[in-house]
């Protein structure tokens, strides 16, 4: 089992973040944590540093900072990102958040980043991770324009365009969200196993409104197993094995 979207960079796991990791090591293969903000990247970097083999990282700017950082504390980013690139394994999670995000400018903003994130993916020959809320049209049509090739979709909602991300090679993840969406419920039914991967987005989309941890990627592929009537092994199998290849995760 591998969780591929989680933030254990978030204050929720200030006060217990070692134990946290070393309950993951006794269940999961791997996880890969998602700095999402320059802010957060020294801790993340010492977290795949202080468990390498066990923890990897993905980095780069969600969506909804674009009303805080700057484009030049963007550019510094990218030249951070570019000196540690053997540390990371992805560029995400980067995107469009229409929803957090209402401003026409500052969407716009989110698109022109959005195209300069796909093309440091490519400089870094890194796969890139996908937020897209509100938005999925927008930017499934800017990752074909400028010809992205690995892509995770996480915490995939959009099931009218399910065949288009599959025809384009495109992975998607899905986690806890199933337990209560019947939208998430349809794609974790009709997605091919060989496009799906596992996440738990972590601290957030715990049950009952608690904390949430790596952890409960067992859970997620138990449902999934339910859903497409499979069994847990298979599910977990392919997605932990579609988890390694694109990442090209060295465990």
């Given at each position: 089992?591998?969780d591929?979207?989680c933030?254990?960079e978030?204050p929720?796991?200030?006060?217990?973040?070692?134990?946290?990791?070393?309950?993951?090591?006794k269940?999961?293969?791997?996880?890969?944590?998602?700095?999402?903000?320059?802010k957060?990247?020294?801790?993340t970097?010492?977290m795949?540093?202080k468990?390498?083999?066990?923890?990897?990282?993905t980095v780069?700017?969600?969506?909804e900072?674009?009303?805080?950082?700057?484009d030049?504390?963007k550019?510094?980013?990218?030249?951070v990102i570019?000196?540690?690139?053997?540390?990371?394994?992805?560029?995400?999670?980067?995107g469009?958040?229409y929803?957090?995000?209402?401003?026409q400018d500052l969407?716009?903003?989110?698109?022109?980043?959005?195209v300069q994130?796909?093309?440091l993916?490519?400089?870094?020959?890194l796969?890139l991770?996908i937020?897209?809320?509100?938005?999925?049209?927008?930017?499934l049509?800017?990752l074909e324009?400028?010809?992205?090739?690995?892509?995770?979709f996480?915490?995939f909602?959009a099931n009218h365009?399910?065949?288009?991300?599959?025809e384009n090679?495109y992975f998607i993840?899905?986690?806890?969200?199933?337990?209560?969406?019947?939208k998430h419920?349809?794609i974790?039914?009709d997605v091919?196993?060989?496009?799906l991967m596992?996440?738990?987005?972590?601290?957030?989309l715990?049950e009952?409104?608690?904390?949430?941890?790596?952890?409960s990627?067992?859970k997620?592929?138990?449902k999934?197993?339910?859903?497409?009537?499979?069994?847990?092994?298979?599910?977990d199998?392919?997605?932990t094995r579609?988890?390694?290849?694109?990442f090209?995760l060295?465990?």
């Amino acid at each position: 089992m591998i969780d591929v979207h989680c933030h254990l960079e978030q204050p929720d796991y200030d006060s217990d973040r070692e134990e946290v990791i070393e309950k993951c090591k006794k269940e999961l293969k791997a996880v890969i944590t998602s700095c999402a903000n320059p802010k957060d990247f020294e801790l993340t970097i010492k977290m795949v540093e202080k468990h390498k083999g066990f923890i990897f990282a993905t980095v780069g700017i969600h969506p909804e900072y674009v009303k805080e950082i700057s484009d030049k504390e963007k550019e510094d980013f990218f030249e951070v990102i570019k000196q540690n690139k053997e540390k990371v394994v992805g560029i995400g999670e980067v995107g469009l958040d229409y929803d957090w995000v209402k401003e026409q400018d500052l969407q716009q903003k989110q698109r022109e980043w959005l195209v300069q994130f796909i093309n440091l993916a490519k400089e870094l020959n890194l796969p890139l991770v996908i937020h897209a809320r509100a938005s999925f049209e927008d930017a499934l049509k800017i990752l074909e324009q400028e010809g992205a090739k690995k892509v995770l979709f996480h915490m995939f909602g959009a099931n009218h365009l399910l065949k288009r991300v599959v025809e384009n090679g495109y992975f998607i993840s899905l986690n806890t969200i199933l337990f209560k969406s019947k939208k998430h419920k349809k794609i974790a039914r009709d997605v091919p196993l060989e496009n799906l991967m596992i996440e738990t987005d972590s601290p957030w989309l715990g049950e009952e409104g608690k904390r949430n941890d790596p952890c409960s990627v067992k859970k997620v592929i138990q449902k999934i197993a339910e859903i497409k009537k499979l069994s847990f092994e298979e599910v977990d199998e392919t997605t932990t094995r579609n988890a390694i290849k694109f990442f090209d995760l060295k465990i």
